[in-house]
């Protein structure tokens, strides 16, 4: 089991890919710290792995704030006592074209995917930094490196998220920590349950592989840069995406 | 209990890991201890718990000797 008696915290881990990220760690013998805005969602995601048998608790907390996340690590560390990974899977998507964005759809997807991911590599490198050791992977999006029409504050969050995750890996190298993005193309889940019909077609159209990825996908890229099978990796951006970006 | 200036140097054997006699109040951290710029953040940021304060950025960047981090410590818990 790679990951006995490791703790990982995965944001936005209640549902969609960051569970499917939290199964693929447990299944390796993590202990989970599922951190959501969805107390519900949470609550039931954790009772659910600890009834198979895995240790696991559900925190509420919003990433976007700072004062959320520092009380969400002090009390993750009071519950686990370390934390050994960090995923940074919370986001939200909140279309428009330009023209038509609102400064709130803008200002709401940048605190969330670029803020929340600053706020916990902040909060976490403090115990990796003590601990010499740590694996950070934060979730990007293929959005983030070629654009997509409709979504200006989505791909500059993600792409932001990128230059984040290879300044955050050069900072904490020298300490045994590595940091990842891995970005995925077009998976199905709620978010992007949202599409229409037309949208999730013209998709498909420029997915080599021809079918929409699935959350273990995604889940599983996670798992490997975590694993010591990648303790040589840092600063990357593994993509997940069918080919779509070659 | 040690004093404030005991617990400093105790900190900065623990976190630069270098010999308790290298430690002088005219040690240089990162010219004579070896520090990096990582380890003066950790450094600061084990005094800060130490001592349960919060030293401004201003003022954590101008210790940057073994005595200047015992004065600074000294003037705020007084002793
Ligand atoms: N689905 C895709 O096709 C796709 C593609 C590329 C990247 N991604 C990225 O993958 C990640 C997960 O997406 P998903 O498809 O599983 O979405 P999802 O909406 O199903 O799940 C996201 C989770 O994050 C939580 N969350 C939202 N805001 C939060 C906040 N402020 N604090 C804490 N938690 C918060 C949500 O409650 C939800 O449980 C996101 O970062 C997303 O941008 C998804």
Known sequence: MGFAGKTALITGGARGIGRAIAEELAAAGATLAIVDVLQDVAEATAAAFRERGVEAAAFVANVASPADVERLFGEVMARFGKIDILINNAGITRDNLIMRMKEEEWDAVIAVNLKGTFNCIKAASRPMLKARSGCIVNIASVVGVMGNAGQANYSASKAGVIGLTKTAAKELASRGITVNAVAPGYIATDMTGKLSEEARKAFLTVVPLARPGTPQDVARAVRFLCSEDAAYITGQVLHVDGGMLM | ?79
């Not at chain 2, 400093?8 to 710029?37: C, H, P």
């Not at chain 2, 003066?40 to 003022?59: K, Q, S």
């Open chain 2, 1 to 79: 209990m040690s004093s404030p200036a005991e617990r400093v140097r105790e900190i900065i054997v623990e976190q630069l890991g270098v010999n308790a006699e290298q430690v002088t109040d005219e040690s240089k951290f990162v010219e004579d201890l070896g520090a990096d710029s990582l380890d003066t953040v950790e450094l600061v940021m084990a005094l800060e718990e130490e001592f349960g304060t919060e030293i401004p950025d201003e003022e954590a960047e101008k210790l940057t000797t073994v005595g200047e981090a015992i004065a600074y410590v000294q003037k705020i818990v007084g002793g």
